[in-house]
């Protein structure tokens, strides 16, 4: 074979129309998005971009980016989960209730809070795919019905507070030393490189095109470089986050899954074309059920972020504009609403957009009557963008 | 190699087949032709496992077998590409080519192996695709089709039955579409072709089958056929020979 098959051509003008009219932009209008908010609240407050600030920024990303990353894996099959805050507050709650009113080993009422979540995903799921209830219906129900049961067990007090010390509290609490955070980043980038060597080899041993290398190199370069870059802001108050590592590795464990396995494949074909999926053979009831029992999980585990933050859980875990900001980051990192289409990394650049929006005007001191009406309007054009895409590709 | 005889199936008070045979060999192209209604889809249901007929039997080299699901299909080398093609737009040409039938180890997918076995088999059916790696959504309707009928070749079929395989496409990608029908035949394959195209018919086929009203209504060896005569059994103006 001539070399030049071996090497994956860029694609041409005509081709990559055709991927902006298929709405795949890649991540670039999110990161253009970004450097224009940095420059808006930049300028309008200086303490916007203080290490101080961002780092309360990665801490506030971590519990809605987790829930976030949930709301992914059903919009992947074109559902909706409007449930995830209620049950990621209810969660919280029985967790709480575990540890702090039973007595429980922190770690064994954090697992059995995260069974629970799992347990009203399944359930979900079941509605879903055995009663054919639409998805938008299921949930619904679900967003009123468990915030009732959060209320129910909170009771008269309406607050329990966790123990500032406590397991849970530290959660939140805990910043990688130095060494640490810089091994991590070289660890990062040396696996990526290590595993696009190894790929670019085995490629090339097999006769299948390889991408140009520099392409190759300019990105295991930029993912160090900004790594290297995030570590060297958050050094510069306390240290990175343990909550932004665990969101972090969530991230990176959700996309090998839906890149790298059967499940995650099939995930893919049945928001592309259920039918077809099952035609294929796919257990497509599976899939579903699987996708709302992990959306529930991932929310449980948000909440109990949430919580450990907060140090406590109230009559508004889960609640106010935490679905609205879980789904707009999704959406704004560029999951389709339609199904098919979309990656967790999505879920960190989303995340990190709309909640930068709410702290910087939170810096401002924006009115919350306000800064309901801008994520809202995020959110929609978020979604406006994702149906045009849509329709530009159906013609 | 597959034959169908005596075959009937009513829906209601609708006889959607009535004591159909058909032979099916390898190496041969059989194009199955007949007017709306006449009993062409109920009758590759019945091959493909989609539908349990009242009465009849079908036989796999001589011996009777049982279709009752589109998986017991499979396991006798039955493999259908339906007119609407059902592909995964979102996905690229290898993970549509595999799909369900995944490379993989511990559920782990292998890519690399996946990739290098679509490229090998759409290199030997020559179909053109510049990069499969892109989503199907890129693809011509020619394309799509020629994906559907290699990924009908994955599971290492028999018998391959074709639903309208022509009906979307233009001049040039029906004529490509045609040749690949004619690289299944030299691969030894049996070939189904419903086509409600008597020019895509003559080109393809080897016989000719038509069906009226759930009957058989004829069957003609192409080469010796005029495509007035096939007509005519279409619309019933003569009465078949039998
Ligand atoms: N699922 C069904 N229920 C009721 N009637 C059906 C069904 N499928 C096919 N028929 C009837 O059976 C007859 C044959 O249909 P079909 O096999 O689809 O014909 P063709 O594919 O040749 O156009 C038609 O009269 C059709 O209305
Ligand atoms: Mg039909």
């Known amino acids: ?395 | 190699m597959f034959s169908v005889t005596g075959i009937s199936k009513t829906y209601g008070a609708v006889q959607a087949l009535d004591q159909v045979s058909l032979d099916l060999r390898a190496g041969e192209v059989v194009a199955l032709v007949g007017d709306n209604g006449a009993g062409k889809s109920t009758l590759v249901k019945a091959l493909s496992g989609a539908i349990t007929p009242d009465t009849g039997a079908i036989t796999v080299d001589g011996s009777r077998v049982r279709i009752a699901t589109p998986r017991d299909a499979q396991a006798l080398g039955v493999s259908t590409v339906y007119q609407d093609l059902a592909l995964c737009e979102n996905l690229d040409v290898v993970a549509n080519l595999y799909l369900g039938s995944e490379h993989r180890r511990w559920s782990v997918l292998g890519h690399l192996r996946m990739e290098r076995a679509a490229r090998d088999l759409l290199t030997s059916l020559d179909v053109r695709i510049r990069d499969i790696r892109v989503p199907v959504a890129m693809l011509s309707g020619g394309q799509r089709q020629s994906v559907a009928i290699a990924r009908a070749l994955i599971g290492r079929p028999r018998l391959v039955i074709l639903d309208e395989p022509t009906a979307a496409l233009g001049v040039e990608q029906t004529a490509q579409v045609l040749d690949l029908i004619r690289r299944l035949r030299e691969r030894g394959l049996a070939v189904l072709v419903i086509s409600h195209n008597l020019a895509d018919v003559r080109a393809v086929s080897d016989r000719v089958v038509v069906l009226r009203l759930g009957r058989n209504a004829g069957e003609f060896r192409t080469a010796a056929t005029s495509q007035e005569a096939i007509v005519a059994a279409i619309t019933g103006a003569i009465t078949h020979e039998h």
């Open chain 1, 1 to 395: 074979m001539s070399t030049d098959t071996l090497v994956r051509r860029p694609y041409t003008p005509k081709e990559a129309v055709a991927r902006l009219r298929r709405g795949d932009l890649g991540a670039w209008p999110v990161v253009g998005g970004l450097i224009a908010i940095a420059a808006v609240f930049g300028t309008l407050n200086e303490h916007f971009l203080s290490a101080e600030n961002l780092t309360n920024l990665a801490l506030q990303m971590a519990a809605t980016g987790t829930i976030s990353l949930g709301i992914i894996m059903v919009l992947l099959l074109g559902e909706i989960d409007l449930s995830a805050g209620s049950v990621s507050g209810l969660c919280a709650v029985v967790m709480t209730i575990l540890y702090v009113k039973q007595s429980w080993n922190p770690v064994a009422a954090i697992a059995l809070a995260l069974a629970a979540a799992a347990a009203i995903g399944l359930l979900h799921g079941l509605m879903h795919t055995r009663l054919r209830m639409p998805s938008f219906v299921v949930t619904l129900a679900g967003l009123i019905g468990w915030q009732g049961l959060l209320l129910y067990l909170l009771g008269q007090g309406g607050t329990i507070n966790l123990p500032f010390d406590g397991f849970v509290s530290k959660l939140s609490d805990t910043w990688l030393p130095s060494w640490l955070a810089w091994t991590l980043v070289a660890a990062l980038t040396a696996g990526w490189a290590a595993s696009a060597v190894i790929v670019r080899r085995a490629r090339r041993a097999a006769d299948l095109p390889v991408p140009a290398a520099y392409l190759t190199w300019l990105r295991v370069a930029g993912l160090g470089l900004a790594l290297a870059g995030a570590v060297t802001i958050l050094s510069a108050d306390r240290g990175v986050p343990l909550l932004l590592v665990v969101f972090g590795a969530l991230v990176i464990v959700l996309d090998l899954v839906l890149r790298h396995t059967v499940f995650g494949r099939w995930t893919y074909a049945v928001g592309g074309n259920a039918e077809a999926a099952r035609r294929a053979g796919i257990d497509v009831t599976r899939i579903r059920v699987l996708a709302f029992v992990l959306a529930a999980t991932l929310a449980g585990f948000g909440g109990v972020l949430a919580a450990s933050r907060l140090s406590a859980v109230n009559q508004a875990s889960g609640g106010s504009d935490i679905l609205l900001m879980a789904i707009a980051a999704a959406v704004i990192g560029g999951t389709s609403l339609f199904g098919g289409r979309g990656r967790p990394y999505a879920a960190l650049l989303g995340i990190l957009v709309i909640q930068s929006i709410t702290n910087g005007m939170l810096l401002l001191n924006v009115d919350s009557s306000v800064r309901y009406m801008v994520t809202a309007a995020v959110l929609a054009l978020a979604v406006a963008i994702d149906s045009l895409a849509r329709k530009g590709s159906a013609r």
